[in-house]
């Protein structure tokens, strides 16, 4: 699937056929954007804060959303076994779930939790309002 970064989502039907949404607080009331749809198009690549990975990876782990059937792959290098590890020791799977990150106002991104390995491995560069919602919200998830 590729969507370009920031792309509002027009139908919200798909995030309703997935009971685990619920848990992520799906509000139909706010705008959801995509940030690392990337397909295998080519990648931005920049200058990404060192801090923005481990908080990914503990927002990964500690609020994973819509958890998506079977395991994708990283369109870049193959790779179909992409592990992490928080700083708490828990290691996660990547390529199965989604990673929600409130933004200003009534913005709310979605990536997959693959952004994590496009950015460490891959040197993607996501949009800066993105990398400022992550640091806001690890920051205010304890
Ligand atoms: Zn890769």
């Known amino acids: 699937m ?5 792309t509002k989502l ?3 039907a798909w995030l309703f ?13 706010k705008e959801y954007r995509a940030i690392g749809w990337l397909g295998n198009r080519p990648l931005v690549t920049g200058d990404v804060p060192n801090e923005v990975v481990p908080a ?6 500690s609020d994973a959303c819509s958890r998506m059937r079977g395991v994708h792959w990283c369109e870049y290098c193959g790779a179909q076994e992409v592990r992490v590890t928080t700083e708490g020791g828990h290691e ?11 933004g200003v106002g009534n ?20 949009p800066q309002k993105f990398i400022d919602a992550v640091m806001k919200y690890s920051a205010a998830s304890g």
């Open 2 to 6: 590729h969507m370009k970064d920031g």
């Open 10 to 12: 027009k139908s919200t």
């Open 17 to 29: 056929n997935d009971p685990t949404h619920g848990s992520c607080g799906y509000d139909p009331s």
């Open 56 to 61: 990914l990876i503990k927002l990964a782990y």
């Open 92 to 102: 996660i799977r990547l390529g199965s779930a989604e990673i929600w990150v409130p």
């Open 107 to 126: 913005v709310v991104y979605f990536a997959p939790n693959l952004v994590i390995q496009y950015i460490r491995d891959h040197g993607y560069q996501p």
